[in-house]
């Protein structure tokens, strides 16, 4: 399985963002996937996921403003971000989940000017 993470770029505060993860090598269908996030000094951290179901959870930090879906034609998770805030400013990395094996994407860092 291959991740490939892209989209991220610099947006001032308040704007918005999509940032997107092309899988390949694996039936997409079958895999949970998330978007984590790491700011500099900090621990990486889940930002929102959606399982194989369909089933969607978000951090508290982004209810409200993050949306993650999928597009199981593209084989392509997307995390839409709106109201960014400085906060926010990290790497952001897409990962895949099938039965006990973890994926990684390569990130790609979206910074928040304020």
């Known amino acids: 399985v291959q991740l490939q993470a892209s989209g991220g770029g610099l947006v001032q505060a308040g704007g918005s963002l999509r940032v997107s993860c092309v899988v390949s090598?694996?039936?997409?269908?079958?895999?949970?996937m998330g978007w984590y996030r790491q700011a500099p000094g900090k621990q990486r951290e889940l930002v929102a996921a959606?399982?194989?179901?369909?089933?969607?959870n978000y951090a508290d930090s982004v209810k409200g403003r993050f949306t993650i879906s999928r597009d199981i034609a593209r084989n392509t998770v997307y995390l839409q971000m709106n109201s960014l805030k400085p906060e926010d400013t990290a790497v952001y990395y897409c990962?895949?989940?099938?039965?006990?094996?973890?994926?990684w994407g390569q990130g790609t860092l979206v910074t928040v000017s304020s």
């Open positions: 090598g694996s039936a997409f269908i079958s895999l949970n």
């Open positions: 990962r895949a989940d099938y039965r006990r094996y973890i994926y």
């Open positions: 959606i399982t194989s179901g369909g089933s969607t």
